[in-house]
């Protein structure tokens, strides 16, 4: 079955929506108008620009206007959002660059500090530390963040904020997500009430016409990309893949056999994307146990010193000893279940070319780059019950991935698993329209308080001003109903917040609580409060466990929503029913599900086990929880914990804040509570502690008296971590000894 391909701008015009006039082909950096300034610095590494930046550059980049790119992977976005950065800069003010990842984030500092060396301009990074005012970010020119940390930023109001001139907003696509995507939307609102700059990035969107409208911007939007993609579907009963462009190839044997024994012998890369885990992993041993003869082609010496950099950097037996194997044929799996020292391992073998073949989750689409020149999809994904097939943007995104510039001539992307009249309309489709998700009880609990604490609004009228200009009413209201719509709406939600004491009323007026500040400057929903008074209530204050407190922080909506919930749950019924009669967890109450109950314990005792100074392989063994969700399972106990503390010290619970601000520095560090103050110090964790403690080192005090020698011969502890400790204990004993600056 063959079919015409169509191109983007085809489809869009059978839409009845306007292309934007991009050309066709590379522009010479000296034949467009722009801040010479600018054109220096771009022209020490492009003498050319691309398409939609030519084009963005002619729609008003450095006119102040909002733009929305949509154009496809490897298509200069990344130059559009900096050369806007550059002109705020350049114009005496400061950007920033905001992405859903951390990793991408970091990607992008790196590349931003690339491009902008040796120009002057200062650039730093902040992910993380919501309650932080983020003041001391006051020095940098262009600040790199995370969505969250911005919005957290941008309630926190420092100083520096009223300077930000352009507001770069990649992957503008997530705003669609029904998790994260209202806190998209709430920064757009707030950068087009405060006057800010916004450059909005993607390369799938099915209405960007409509979002830059919104916006009040222009939609550049192009289809130009370096390396042709082909698009293609394999046809299981033919054993054929059908390309879009009239070629037939033949298939011996399953797909993924044929089609990796083929990058092997065409010397090639290959990324398969499966929709879970198990599935991820299982292929790539399969393909692992299968290379053979294969495996010779391998660059020998490169797979040798990957696999030393893997000793190096994974820090989990388990996970060194699985990779290992995939890795010296030359395969990989790649998941959020690996923890990122792993995933950075894969990455890095994959974008050097040291491995031939990835298997990986739709996770890595959107996430780091690392474009291969075949992608097959698997499109087929278990949700609510049943198998379903993911959505044309999915599919898009994964596609973005085939095709490397710099090697190969065409990328291409087969689906794999969807018949021959559905595949072919995912390939001759547009992605999805994007639609808002600020309307539930969630976004609006979180965003309407956040609107109150930071003073952005004062009163119902304020509030409603702000959600009549979010995507949302743009999309599916007009003219009086909006106001009337977000009354009933707002009015709602502010009386939940207040019979809770988070908010309180007074005729039209409102205003957070003490509580409800706390709230919101420390970034949690408010019913991750609600939720934990309530089930702390149950408990002795006094005696409380620390099984208890976790299992009270897992059950929490922050807790659940950062975490995978695909864990094994073996029969615990009895465990749980007699510690629940002991008092020693949480009872379970009417609107928690006993399954979701059962899988809070299950991650509360891996806590448990981590603040008990388990070793992370056994933890895996003992919950089978993959280190990657510990790791983040850990990180959002801690912020949670240390949240509550505070919150809770401000009520009448302030016992059990006094136990949770100790529970928070536990789990930072996954130590006892006796090795708090020695884990303080920066360069001694949880294992050099334990040393030191053994070594009859209770506190820092104790640390300081410490002779060279002494310090020297504790396990663990060597002349850089000594050096370490001298810059923030200067006064010690051994930081005065001259041994330790001796070679």
């Given at each position: 079955m063959i079919y015409t391909h169509k191109t983007r701008s085809d489809l869009y015009s059978e839409a009845g929506v306007s292309m934007s006039s991009c050309p066709d082909t590379y522009v010479e950096i000296d034949k467009v108008s722009m801040p010479p300034r600018i054109k220096d610095i771009v022209s020490r590494y492009y003498k050319y620009l691309t398409p939609p930046q030519a084009e963005a550059i002619r729609r008003g980049l450095f006119g102040d206007k909002n733009i929305l790119v949509s154009a496809p992977t490897a298509s200069g976005k990344s130059l559009i959002a900096y050369m806007a950065l550059i002109n705020a800069v350049l114009s005496g003010y400061k950007g920033v660059y905001t992405t859903p990842l951390k990793a991408l984030a970091n990607e992008k500092l790196e590349d931003l500090i690339y491009h902008l060396r040796d120009t002057g301009i200062k650039i730093g990074i902040s992910t993380g530390d919501y309650d932080s005012s983020g003041e001391e970010l006051s020095k940098y020119d262009i600040i790199v963040t995370t969505y969250e940390r911005l919005d957290s930023l941008l309630r926190m109001r420092p100083s520096w904020i009223r300077d930000v001139k352009t507001i770069v907003i990649d992957e503008i696509h997530v705003l669609g997500d029904e998790d994260r995507g209202s806190v998209v939307e709430m920064i757009i609102v707030r950068s087009l009430r405060l006057n800010k700059q916004i450059i909005a990035l993607s390369a799938t969107i099915g209405n960007p016409q409509e979002l830059a409208a919104w916006m009040n911007g222009e939609a550049v939007i192009c289809d130009w990309r370096p390396v042709p993609l082909i698009q293609g579907y394999y046809d299981k009963k033919k054993h054929r893949i059908f390309f879009e462009n009239g070629r037939i190839e033949d298939v011996y044997g399953d797909l993924i056999s044929y089609s990796v024994s083929k990058a092997f012998r065409e010397d090639y890369q290959l990324l398969i994307f499966k929709q879970s885990r198990r599935e991820a992993e299982s292929t790539a041993s399969k393909i692992a146990s299968e290379i053979g003869l294969l495996s010779s082609k391998l660059p020998r010496e490169r797979i040798r010193e990957l696999l030393n950099y893997a000793q190096d950097t994974i820090s989990s037996k388990i996970e060194r000893e699985v990779l290992s194997k995939l890795v010296s044929v030359g395969v990989a799996f790649h998941h959020a279940g690996l923890s990122l020292e792993a995933r950075r391992v894969v990455e890095k073998g994959f974008r050097d070319r040291i491995l031939k073949v990835v298997v990986a989750t739709p996770t890595l689409a959107a996430g780091v780059n690392l474009p291969a020149r075949r992608v097959i999809v698997y499109a087929y994904r278990y949700e609510r019950g049943f198998y379903e097939p993911i959505s044309i943007l999915e599919y898009k995104q994964m596609g973005g991935r085939a095709g490397r510039p710099q090697y190969d001539p065409y990328g291409e992307i087969v689906i794999a698993?969807?018949?021959?009249?559905?595949?072919?309309?995912?390939?001759?489709?547009?992605?999805?329209?994007?639609?808002?998700?600020?309307?539930?009880?969630?976004?609006?609990?979180?965003?309407?308080?956040?609107?109150?604490?930071?003073?952005?609004?004062?009163?119902?009228?304020?509030?409603?001003?702000?959600?009549?200009?979010?995507?949302?009413?743009?999309?599916?209201?007009?003219?009086?109903?909006?106001?009337?719509?977000?009354?009933?709406?707002?009015?709602?939600?502010?009386?939940?917040?207040?019979?809770?004491?988070?908010?309180?009323?007074?005729?039209?007026?409102?205003?957070?609580?003490?509580?409800?500040?706390?709230?919101?400057?420390?970034?949690?929903?408010?019913?991750?409060?609600?939720?934990?008074?309530?089930?702390?209530?149950?408990?002795?204050?006094?005696?409380?466990?620390?099984?208890?407190?976790?299992?009270?922080?897992?059950?929490?909506?922050?807790?659940?929503?950062?975490?995978?919930?695909r864990v094994r749950i073996r029969d615990l019924r009895d465990e749980i029913v007699g510690l629940i009669e002991k008092g020693s967890l949480p009872p379970i109450l009417d609107d928690i599900d006993d399954e979701l109950y059962v899988i809070a314990y299950v991650y509360a005792k891996a806590l448990k086990l981590w603040v008990d100074e388990v070793d992370e392989d056994e933890i895996m063994k003992t919950t089978n929880i993959p280190l990657g969700d510990l790791r983040v399972a850990i990180e959002t106990a801690t912020w949670i914990s240390y949240a509550l503390s505070k919150i809770f010290s401000e009520t009448d619970l302030k016992k059990i804040s006094k136990k949770l601000s100790i529970l928070s520095k536990r789990l930072e560090s996954g130590v006892k509570e006796e090795l708090i103050e020695l884990t303080s110090l920066r360069g001694i964790g949880r294992v050099r502690a334990r040393s030191l403690y053994k070594a009859g080192v209770r506190t820092i005090e104790d640390l300081k008296k410490l002779s060279i020698n002494k310090l020297l011969s504790i396990e663990g502890i060597n002349r850089g971590v000594a050096r370490e400790l001298c810059e923030q204990i200067p006064d010690a004993v051994f930081c005065k000894e001259s041994l330790l600056f001796d070679k």
């Open positions: 698993d969807l018949d021959p009249d559905l595949a072919i309309k995912y390939m001759s489709s547009p992605p999805e329209d994007i639609y808002s998700t600020i309307n539930n009880e969630r976004s609006l609990r979180i965003h309407l308080l956040s609107l109150l604490a930071s003073k952005y609004a004062r009163d119902i009228n304020d509030l409603v001003n702000y959600m009549s200009r979010t995507f949302y009413s743009y999309k599916n209201m007009r003219g009086s109903m909006t106001r009337d719509y977000w009354n009933r709406v707002v009015s709602k939600i502010l009386r939940e917040l207040q019979r809770s004491n988070i908010v309180a009323l007074e005729n039209n007026r409102v205003r957070p609580t003490r509580i409800g500040e706390l709230i919101s400057n420390l970034y949690i929903d408010p019913l991750t409060y609600i939720r934990a008074r309530e089930l702390l209530e149950y408990s002795e204050q006094g005696s409380l466990e620390d099984i208890y407190l976790l299992h009270t922080i897992v059950l929490t909506p922050d807790f659940m929503r950062n975490i995978s919930r």
